[in-house]
């Protein structure tokens, strides 16, 4: 079955670490997004990339890096510059298009929680 | 900025009642709109979107939501709700280019 998988689920870090949360995605699209979800404040747009080799930062990227060296493939960086990382972390894929116009589809999520 | 405010944060109904979900934008330019639902333990998924055309759409499991430009909204209805309606409803505009997300409603449907 096509979809997005996001591992780990859960995510335990010290504080001033790194650490990478994975996405992957067999769905052939061209557009990925990354997002944070806290209680009462929606989703927020971190990063996204409409192609391979090229993303675009969003509403709050300080704190984070991406990459995106292949299509499937988008992970986020969560650097030790981040103030508040503790939080659940989704990502996201649509077909290529007008960012934002093609529905989106979103994994389960990681939630990760800095000790 | 562009916003998108939902009024009601939480809503408990008794089963077979009748729902809608405010949900309004702020911008003033040609938006596309989503409604996106997440159910206990599921990821985020689309209940319906509306891009032109007929303002009120249809989406899955019997809801439906009406674009009204002059009002600036998008609320999502549903006739008579069920105990599997429970879940979070995010309401989406897309806004020069970029997807901002509501808040969310969290609703509860009691049996």
């Known amino acids: 079955d096509g979809g997005i998988t996001q591992s780990p689920k859960y995510l335990f870090r010290k504080e001033g670490q790194n650490v990478t949360l994975s996405c992957e995605q067999n769905?052939?699209?061209?557009?990925m997004y990354w997002y944070r979800q806290d209680p009462g404040q929606g989703l927020r747009l971190i990063y996204y990339?409409?192609?391979?080799?090229?993303?675009q930062k969003g509403d709050i990227a300080e704190g984070y890096s991406v990459s995106r060296e292949k299509k499937e493939s988008f992970p986020l960086t969560v650097t030790s510059a981040q103030k508040n990382p503790t939080a659940f972390y989704l990502c996201a894929s649509s077909d290529s298009g007008i960012v934002g116009n093609q529905p989106q589809h979103f994994g389960d999520g990681t939630r990760l929680s800095i000790l | 900025a562009q916003s998108v405010s939902q009024h009601n944060h939480h809503v408990i109904l008794s089963e077979a009642a009748s729902l809608e979900l405010g949900c309004n934008y702020s911008?003033?330019?040609?938006?596309?709109l989503f409604w996106y639902v997440q159910y206990p333990g599921q990821h985020l998924q689309l209940l319906l979107k509306y891009f032109s055309g007929d303002p009120l759409v249809k989406g899955i499991k019997g809801f439906e939501a009406e674009f009204i430009k002059s009002k600036f909204s998008f609320n999502l209805r549903k006739p008579s709700v069920q105990w599997s309606d429970t879940a979070e409803y995010f309401c989406a505009v897309n806004a020069r280019g970029k997807l901002i997300f509501g808040t969310g409603t969290l609703l509860a449907v009691q049996p």
């Open positions: 990339s409409q192609i391979v080799n090229d993303f």
């Open positions: 769905l052939n699209h061209d557009a």
């Open positions: 911008y003033g330019g040609t938006v596309n």
